[in-house]
């Protein structure tokens, strides 16, 4: 299962798919070869490979999703990527997806680094922990917000490593990864008008989509 | 030694070349335009496969599976056994509609050489002396089987196998056929299995070849020309080789300390608990299909299997191809309760097959019922296997049912 308290991911028969997902599938090249980390029922996984024709792999925590998605026809390992990653040879894909998942993560930044190391891209997505309607509900509930997107309570929530969007900027930068595009999405995912260097993008956005590089490659 | 073996050709099991045989309990002889080459040295001519097929092999020989049987299973793999008269050690995973679908794949499952029912192995008439080979016999390994199987394949005049697939002993040469050739392979399927055997698998092994040669009707190894047979030694073998088959939560849910057909323990050596009675029986049923000369070739051919040994030593060398990952896809299985062949292997012929970045999947079956489980009815296994053939036969472009056939 995702981190995120969200089952309705997919629809296998209308082929389509959830929207923030959509966004990531657009910024893939149709034939690529993709790996989906955290690709939990194999939503995303399914859309590349049967719409795009991309070589599409995926690495599963939950048996349950692993099952769903080998059942499925899907190329999915059952594993841990923090163990996992480190085994991939660099730039054995051309893109490492990374859906939701970097929060639940108990060293995001070695994460982040292997992405860009396997893959020549990163596109990597999670909940912006600075969205307004999540600090509002600090400041006058004085409780963590349990959200529609958010959907566990402090003490059973596998995302333990929560950041906002300039948390997640500032560390690219430290560790030297290029952020080759970003969209930022407000409520219901949609996409808004606003880039992750802009001031309110912390404020307004429920969730940002970002595609990374090591610094120095190109293509 | 570089001795070469020749067989007589048995009357009226002869085929021709390039002809695909259907049906159950049929032999071929190979080895017959030159000899096959052994691990060990020795060239083997002349000499017999029992195979059974199942299904049809479609226009364009596109959709033949090869199953590969465990340490003593045979080709009877979903028909009727001639001896035990059960219905064959995987009927609920080959056949029309199944798993391994009958109707869309041609299934072909061979008696591996060193076996005993049909193929060339100790227990057969050495044409040399007229007497069985006994310990005369070769010793093989994983990869004499799989090279005898490819022989079988190409006498079937099939030059890709859609899968290759197989527990256990059958996974290990799935995992050689894979390895041995990549060109030939589309899609490989092992479960339960792993690269290497392992210290601990080796020295079960011992135990059972040891009860064999314990037992004086063995007759060093001469017991078909005596007239006798090892019966008990093979019974104490597959005893034990039987427990590591299961799990604890396996065997303390069918038996627990239950007495067998009584009240309180007897004070003596009887079998007073259910699972003695239990495993007699499995030794002594055992016996009537199974020669122990085989037992000793083949659990020996297990003990030798190391994939990574004649790549350096790093597994993951045995599934590079020109450069770049084997064109292999693998999808590999394990059960949670499996400890003969314990999750932790597949996990190492994954990351692997990562190493090189190759096509796999990779799934842990939660059972409780041990290694054995890959032989039971495990729907989420079943599952698996369906899911993972369904996607290849979509990527080969192979198409349902029988409509495309030939």
């Known amino acids: 299962m995702s981190p995120l308290d969200d089952t309705s991911s997919r629809n296998r028969r209308s082929g389509t798919i959830r929207l923030d997902l959509k966004l990531i599938a657009d910024m893939v090249e149709p034939g690529s070869r993709v790996l989906d980390i955290g690709c939990g029922d194999g939503a995303l996984l399914d859309f590349l490979v049967h719409e795009k024709g991309v070589d599409g792999r995926g690495i599963e925590l939950s048996m349950d999703g692993v099952h769903t998605c080998v059942s499925h026809g899907l190329s999915v390992i059952q594993g841990d990527a923090e163990t996992d990653l480190k085994d991939y040879p660099s730039g054995a894909f051309d893109y490492v997806i990374l859906s939701q998942t970097l929060q639940a993560m108990r060293a995001p930044r070695t994460v982040l680094e292997e992405l860009v190391r396997i893959g020549d891209r990163a596109i990597v997505s999670f909940p912006n922990f600075g969205y307004w309607r999540i600090r509002m509900a600090l400041l006058w509930l004085g409780r963590m917000p349990v959200t529609e997107r958010l959907g566990y309570e402090w003490y059973e929530t596998p995302n333990i490593h929560f950041c906002t969007i300039k948390d997640f900027t500032s560390l690219c930068d430290r560790l030297d990864i290029k952020i080759d595009r970003s969209v930022i999405l407000g409520r219901d995912n949609r996409p808004t008008r606003l880039a992750s260097a802009d001031r309110t993008a912390n404020f307004f956005g429920e969730q940002g989509v970002f595609m990374l590089r090591r610094n120095g490659t190109h293509g | 030694m570089n001795a070469s073996i020749p067989f007589r050709q048995p009357p009226g099991v002869a085929e021709a070349a390039g002809s695909v045989s259907e049906g159950t309990n049929r032999r071929v002889v190979l080895g017959t335009d030159r000899p096959m080459r052994l691990d060990c040295g020795v060239e083997l001519a002349n000499f017999t496969v029992a195979y059974s097929t199942f299904g049809t092999l479609n226009a364009d020989r596109s959709n033949a599976v090869m199953v590969c049987h465990a340490l003593t299973g045979d080709h009877f793999v979903t028909d009727y056994h001639p001896v035990s008269g059960k219905p064959g050690w995987w009927s609920m995973l080959v056949g029309p509609g199944r798993p391994i679908d009958t109707d869309r794949y041609f299934v072909i499952c061979s008696n591996v050489i060193g076996g005993c029912m049909g193929s060339i192995g100790p227990a057969e008439t050495d044409p040399a002396t007229g007497k069985p080979y006994g310990l005369g016999f070769p010793v093989i390994t994983i990869a004499d089987m799989v090279r005898a199987q490819k022989l079988l394949v190409d006498h079937l005049g099939i030059d890709k196998l859609f899968c290759v697939v197989g527990g256990s002993m059958g996974g290990m040469q799935v995992l050689q056929w894979a390895v041995s050739y990549p060109e030939h392979v589309f899609a490989a399927l092992p479960i ?64 627990g300390r239950n007495l067998q057909n009584r009240q309180a323990v007897t004070y003596g050596f009887d079998a007073d608990f259910q699972v003695e009675s239990y495993l007699r029986h499995q030794g002594i049923t055992f016996v009537d299909r199974f020669d122990a000369n085989s037992y000793l070739y083949i659990t020996r051919a297990m003990d030798y299997f190391d994939l990574a040994a004649e790549h350096g030593g790093v597994l993951a060398n045995a599934f590079r191809y020109k450069d770049g990952p084997t064109p292999v896809r693998f999808c590999l299985t394990s059960f949670s309760s499996d400890w003969l062949f314990p999750t932790t292997e597949s996990r190492a012929v994954v990351h692997a097959l990562n190493a090189v970045a190759a096509n796999v999947s990779f799934v842990e079956v939660a059972t409780d019922k041990g290694h054995d489980a890959f032989l039971l009815d495990e729907p989420q296994f079943h599952q698996v296997v369906r899911g993972f053939l369904d996607g290849c036969a979509e990527h080969r472009g192979l198409t349902r049912r029988r409509a495309a056939t030939a």
């Open chain 2, 192 to 255: 339960a299995t792993a690269a290497r055997h392992s210290a601990q698998n080796i020295a079960f092994h011992e135990v059972g070849r040891q009860a064999i040669m314990a037992d004086p009707d063995w007759c060093g190894g001469d017991y078909l020309n005596q007239g006798v047979r090892p019966h008990r030694g093979l019974a104490v073998a597959r005893m034990a080789a039987h427990i590591t088959y299961l799990s604890e939560a396996a065997l303390h849910r069918k038996f």
